[in-house]
């Protein structure tokens, strides 16, 4: 910064002070354009982050982290915990997106868009300014703060977040769940009624104790922003060269010399939610929430000055410079960005109907069950992706010896379910070369889902006797009975 600012003794600059404690903030409201436009994008968001639970994309929750499943439904489309490459891809491009957007716009997600921001601001302040009055100057509390009010206050702060808390659980397991568990008694459902419990414990203590505190200490996002800045990047900015030196006073003048266009009325640090001094330039606790640009420009109209002495602005307009809206960052971004996006778009595009999982049953690899026969267990696992009901038919490929022995076949599953179950197969023993026999497993659905996947089967290495023997007593051995059975009557059939 070009021009000397100058500190105002003994006022607020800071959410901690000199010893180090917490300063508590009232921020005051300053009317203007800014809060208008903030004001229409937080109801907006307010009513999309209650909504987009209930909000149904494909017949799919726009939103649902199922956790216990590791699977994320995000916008209709559903991430398995085989799909980690997809869902690394989806958050790179979203990390790279903030990116893009802070080098462009600063932390304009901070306060303007950010669930903390928003319900702090938007919710519980004008609670809190509702029961307290308006705050007093240099962040002292409102005028109308009696013990009963803040009884009431911390009472409607509870309902609030206990909504809040329903709302946020909704997220990961559903609509549908929730609802039905809230007209249940929590003795039918007591970990997720302490989930609830919890979630609403936290958000009373983040938003009527820890507040701003989130934003300062909390989030790591405001660390990184220095890394993701450039001396171009739009911020909310103090144009000292037009400010200094500062003063109050009418006449424009002291000691001789002219003052700058700041009066020094110390409005732009009573309206801050974080507390601080823009006029320091910009610091970590700035969330860019514009506050101390309407209170300045207010003060500005009052006094017949031109607006603009808090702005937004990026470094290098401030000190005089050209600005620049090309940097080699805005280039680099949208592209990898681009190539993410694209690579995301075609895998899903030509995802396939079904995931089909064939997994080995447990106990021995394989059993001899008479007549030379050599049977495997398996599980295969089908997930239907179709988008509909679907039929699942499985069968052996070719004319080979091996033979399939499973319950159900088709295997009927509804959209986005998934079913496993067990199956046999067994080969002659003759069929066993070096100890595995390789067969083609077909799996289809008769219409958008058709494969073939290589299996290979274990068996004995040469002439010697089986792993499992019909006299076992183990559940090896009775599910090789029982399978004994199955088979002769299948092939029988
Ligand atoms: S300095 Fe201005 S923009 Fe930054 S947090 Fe404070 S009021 Fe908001
Ligand atoms: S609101 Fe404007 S005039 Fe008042 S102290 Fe802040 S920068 Fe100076």
Redesign the pocket.
């Given at each position: 910064m070009t021009a000397e600012l100058q500190s105002s003794p003994g006022r607020i600059d800071s959410p901690w002070r000199e010893d180090g404690s917490r300063r508590w903030m009232y921020p005051r409201v300053s009317k203007g354009f800014w809060l208008n436009a903030r004001r229409s994008l937080a109801y907006l968001l307010l009513v999309v982050f209650a909504g987009l639970p209930y909000l149904q994309i494909r017949g799919k929750p726009a939103i649902l982290l199922d956790l216990p499943r590791r699977e994320f439904t995000l916008f209709g489309w559903t991430f398995l915990p085989t799909d980690t490459l997809l869902l690394a891809l989806l958050l790179v491009t979203i990390v790279l997106g903030i990116f893009l957007a802070t080098a462009l716009v600063g932390r304009v997600w901070c306060?303007w868009m950010c669930p903390q921001t928003v319900y702090m601001e938007f919710v519980y302040r004008p609670i809190e300014r509702l029961f307290d009055g308006p705050p007093g100057v240099r962040h002292s509390p409102g005028k109308h703060r009696t013990p009963i009010r803040t009884v009431a206050k911390y009472a409607v702060y509870l309902v609030v977040s206990a909504f809040l808390a329903h709302t946020f659980l909704a997220y990961f397991v559903g609509v549908d769940n929730l609802a039905r568990w809230m007209q249940q008694s929590p003795i039918h459902h007591p970990g997720a009624f302490l989930v609830m419990l919890a979630a609403t414990a936290l958000m009373m203590f983040n938003f009527s104790y820890f507040r701003e505190q989130t934003c300062i200490v909390a989030c790591p996002y405001g660390r990184f922003q220095s890394v993701m800045l450039d001396p171009d990047s739009l911020i909310?900015s103090y144009d000292p060269r037009r400010g200094e030196p500062r003063g109050k006073g009418k006449f424009r003048e002291r000691d001789g010399q002219r003052l700058g266009d700041c009066v020094d009325c110390g409005l732009?640090v009573d309206?801050?939610?974080?507390g601080?001094d823009?006029r320091n330039g910009l610091q970590l606790?700035?969330?860019?929430?514009?506050?101390?640009?309407d209170a300045c420009d207010r003060v500005m109209q009052r006094l017949n000055m031109k607006p603009g002495l808090?702005r937004f602005s990026s470094q290098a307009r401030i000190e005089g410079q050209q600005g620049r809206l090309l940097r080699p960052r805005i280039i680099l971004y949208p592209a990898v960005m681009l190539v993410l996006l694209s690579t995301l778009v075609v895998t899903l595009a030509n995802q396939q109907a079904a995931h089909v999982t064939l997994l080995r049953g447990p106990g021995m690899p394989f059993h001899e069950i008479g007549d030379g026969q050599i049977s495997n267990q398996l599980r295969i696992k089908i997930r239907n992706r179709s988008g509909q009901q679907a039929q699942y038919h499985i069968e052996i490929m070719g004319d080979g010896p091996a033979r399939l022995v499973i319950e159900d076949n088709p295997m009927v599953i509804e959209d986005g379910q998934t079913k496993t179950q067990s199956l046999l197969i067994t080969a002659p023993r003759s069929a066993f070369q070096q100890g595995g026999h390789v067969i083609d497993l077909r799996i289809t659905d008769g219409r958008s889902y058709d494969q073939q996947l290589p299996y290979r089967l274990m068996g004995p290495q040469g002439p010697a006797v089986s792993a499992a023997r019909d006299g076992d007593t183990g559940f090896a051995g009775v599910f090789s009975r029982v399978a004994k059975t199955v088979t002769f009557c299948k092939i029988a059939s």
């Open positions: 306060g909310v732009c309206t801050c939610p974080t601080i823009i606790e700035c969330i860019a929430c514009t506050q101390c640009i808090i």
